[in-house]
């Protein structure tokens, strides 16, 4: 099972490579800001080998966003506009926090130097690519769509999902539940509509009282500016409920930090998102990232978004990211993954052990056929 898993794996990655080709059509692919941001944050190890870590990782910036500007052709326009707002956000990595990490941690002062001349560079090369994709991509608009089209969307299916559906089939089955969710949902509409909206007649049309039931409930939700601490108020509620219900065990001493998506990962679309550490990170955080509503959205946008996150769907977003999702399951999966790791060492140990017995044992019928042949020939 472990050889299928990995050789479907490096199949993927190849036809990630040499069939997708994102690397040629997303610019936002390109971003060192994320990668030392997650190697700063990180708690796991001290700050020096940290630091020491993030030098090593800077310190050929300036080829890194040449090959990515080499790479690039006929991107998506979406993508580039992605790219800049997330290597601007990583800008911000290259900043005060990391200069004043930089002048209080212990490294000497060789290290400090070339690491704040490393940090200098690499700002200005995360620059040069931006000012690239701003001059050179942008304002030639020669763009391809973002859509990748039936074939390779089929291909992607069979190596992200790998089910025993098709991406069609699956297709078929969400339309059946559909129009099984739609009808509970009018059953349920039905019996909500004279306390939401008391003394109007419900409409005729199933969907449209279902609309309105729901553009009701929608309307209790966050302030604009409060999105981020509704969910950390609600993690506890949900912590509790699983405790009290003995629904799984939570290891509290790996406790879930809700914390604003750092900017070199937002935009993407996805409001709210889980870090979790490797196998080999136990003593790590695991981030819970919520996006909080971009200042440059309209009321009507704000509103639009917060209503779709109202106060119900926001638990099952918390409920689906957190406790007892992705978190809880990352949780799970890293003991498990460390302990797999483990058993693979031990076989591949008592492999060779097996080799080297059963050489000995070769050698050793060698040496006594070899003595009756000795003791044959006098």
């Not at 200098?120 to 995360?126: D, F, I, L, N, P």
């Amino acid at each position: 099972m472990t050889c299928a898993c990995c050789a479907t794996s490096l199949r993927a990655q190849r036809w990630y490579a040499d069939t997708l080709k994102n690397w040629q059509w997303n610019p936002a692919s390109y971003n060192l800001g994320a990668s030392v941001g997650d190697l700063l944050n990180g708690r796991h190890y001290r700050l020096d080998r940290r630091l020491r870590n993030i030098s090593d990782k800077i310190s050929h910036a300036a080829e890194y966003y040449a090959a990515a500007r080499a790479n690039i052709s006929t991107p998506t326009k979406e993508h580039t506009e992605l790219a800049l707002k997330q290597n601007a956000g990583g800008l911000a990595v290259f900043g005060s926090a990391l200069a004043d990490s930089v002048r209080k941690s212990g490294l000497t002062a060789q290290e400090k130097k070339t690491l704040t001349d490393r940090i200098a560079s690499t700002r200005q090369a995360v620059q040069g690519y931006m000012d690239f994709l701003k001059k050179d991509v942008l304002s030639a608009k020669t763009f391809r769509s973002f859509r990748i089209g039936r074939t390779l969307f089929d291909q992607k299916f069979a190596y992200d999902i790998q089910s025993h559906f098709t991406a069609g089939e699956v297709y078929e089955q969400a339309l059946k539940h559909k129009a099984e969710l739609l009808h509970d949902m009018a059953v349920r509409a039905a019996r909500l509509y004279p306390k939401y909206l008391p003394g109007q007649k419900a409409p005729a049309d199933t969907l449209a009282m279902i609309t309105a039931v729901v553009n009701q409930l929608t309307l209790k939700h966050a302030p604009r500016d409060g999105f981020v601490d509704a969910v950390k108020r609600q993690i506890p509620t949900l912590v509790a409920f699983v405790n009290e219900h003995n629904l799984l065990t939570q290891d509290p001493s790996k406790p879930l930090v809700v914390r604003e998506t750092p900017l070199y990962m937002r935009g993407s679309g996805a409001g709210a998102s889980i870090s979790a550490p490797g196998p080999y990170d136990k003593g790590a955080n695991t981030y819970y990232n919520v996006e909080p509503l971009p200042k440059e959205w309209t009321a009507a946008q704000a509103e639009s978004y917060l209503r779709e996150y109202n106060d119900y769907t926001l638990q099952i977003l918390n409920i689906h990211e957190a406790i007892p999702g992705h978190y809880t399951q990352a949780g799970v999966r890293q003991p498990l993954a460390f302990a797999g790791e483990k058993h693979l060492r031990q076989r591949r140990h008592d492999r060779r052990l097996g080799r080297v017995r059963r050489a000995h044992d070769a050698g050793k019928r060698l040496r006594q056929q070899l003595r009756r042949n000795v003791a044959a020939l006098g």
